[in-house]
């Protein structure tokens, strides 16, 4: 099973849509910037907040950029 099927079942398993390409791509994005501004166990936890926060993927990987710009 390759990542984007283990998603998709899981978004199934927790009775959500999986991520559409764009925003499984954003997510990557996401987990990448919090990985590099700081320590690569930032990367899920980023993006745990942001689904916590109801933040879109986009809006998520802006303010990550921006606290990157910041440090």
């Known amino acids: ?22 925003e499984f791509a954003t997510l990557l994005d996401l987990a990448g910037e919090a990985a590099h501004s700081s320590e690569r166990v930032a990367a899920p936890v980023a993006c745990w907040v942001a689904a916590s926060a109801g933040v879109e993927p986009r809006q998520a990987l802006a303010a990550a950029r921006e606290i990157g710009e910041d440090g």
Do not use: H
């Not at 099973?1 to 764009?22: C, F, H, Q, R, T």
């Open 1 to 22: 099973m390759n990542a984007k099927e283990w998603i998709a079942a899981y978004a199934a398993e927790l009775g959500v849509d999986p991520p559409s390409a764009s």
